[in-house]
């Protein structure tokens, strides 16, 4: 196991801490958040327990670049260019809509460590153009690393399979996992660290913009992939994903009245700031899910806080947030 290639960079453990009066607003049952948004590079967030591995493995393969791919505003992107700028490597990052004549937020970010910028506008280009932009990175003997979307590959999967390792270290209890799911290696990690360290609460994935169908899909798959590099492989299926897609149905990143509550529940009574486009949502499904009654009273609810609270400074969503 500890074989695996692996940087240390990740500031963890990270803490966990309780939300006393968010509970008691509630009336709902006792809720922890796990402060991945303090994970540590470049404002931290989920991605960058995922870089720890897929960093050692692009050093592994002798890459002098890491290419990537997301949103204009991706949180993975920012994180991936600071990785990059960290160990030296150079960066290319395929964005996908308009820039904006002044970039704000991550995107900004991306320009201060060096990234270099490819904007597609129309989504149907995205893979055509990143696979371009390797291409011509492999005939200029850059060796390119490809960091796939949301880093999920089940090499990026492996950060948060080690993160289930780590909580249950900390010895809190809790019966459920809860986040935000979307390209589905955070959750494939939660799902294999279940099984692997035995963690015998529940892992519910609130997703961002995928259907349940096809989470349970990717998620599954991805999780076997990344059992092997455990040594030992185990098969998982959708009946081993929890998924929810009740809160979703506006479409990536399109901020709405439940994102909006969620935000001011968390900054007014627990002084914790969450993102508009992942954790609001997450969390505003975990309001809805306690307001229905889904967890009990006598229940602990983990919110894994994946951090994305640079885009609250995006122009996208200022008009919006307040
Ligand atoms: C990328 C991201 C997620 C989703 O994680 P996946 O592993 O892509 O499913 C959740 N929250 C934030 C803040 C993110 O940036």
Redesign the pocket.
């Known amino acids: 196991m500890n074989q695996i290639p692996r940087l240390r960079f990740a500031h963890l453990p990270t803490p966990v801490e309780a939300l006393p009066r968010l509970s008691a607003h509630l009336g709902g049952p006792k809720i922890l958040i796990k402060r991945d948004d303090q994970t540590g590079l470049a404002f931290g ?3 960058t327990r ?1 870089l720890e591995f897929l960093v050692a493995e692009a050093q592994a393969q002798g890459a002098k670049m890491m290419i990537s791919a997301g949103a204009i505003q ?3 992107c920012r994180q991936t260019a600071a990785a990059a700028a960290k160990f030296g490597l150079e960066c290319i990052l395929v964005l996908t809509g308009v820039a904006p004549a002044q970039p704000s937020a991550n995107l900004l970010m991306d320009r201060l460590f060096g990234a270099k910028i490819v904007t597609v506008a129309d989504r149907a280009d995205r893979d055509r153009i990143l696979k371009e932009t390797f291409d011509q990175a492999v005939d200029q003997g850059k060796q390119p690393y490809l960091v796939p ?4 590959s089940p090499t990026g999967a492996l950060g ?1 399979a080690f993160a289930v390792d780590e909580f249950i270290k900390q010895e809190v209890h809790a019966d459920w996992m809860v ?9 494939a990690g939660l799902v294999l660290g279940q099984r692997v360290f035995g963690f015998q609460g529940k892992v519910l ?1 609130i997703s ?1 913009d995928e259907p349940v169908k096809a989470l349970k899909e990717n998620v599954s798959a991805l999780a076997s992939a990344a059992s092997d590099k455990f040594g030992k492989h185990i098969q998982f299926t959708g009946q081993d994903v929890l998924a929810n897609d009740d809160y979703c149905a506006a479409g990536y990143g399109v901020f709405g009245e439940g994102e909006r509550e969620a935000i001011h529940l968390f900054a007014s009574l627990e002084g914790i700031l969450l ?1 508009p ?3 609001g949502r ?1 969390a505003a499904g975990m309001i809805d899910l306690i307001r229905r009654g889904v967890f009990q009273k006598d229940e602990t609810v983990l919110f894994w806080h ?3 609270q640079p885009a609250l400074f995006a122009d996208k969503y200022q008009a919006d947030i307040l």
């Open positions: 967030g989920n991605k995922k991706s949180n993975h979307y949301g880093g999920s948060y986040f935000g799911t979307s390209s589905g290696g955070t959750h994935g961002i993102d486009v992942y954790t997450a994946t951090g994305g």
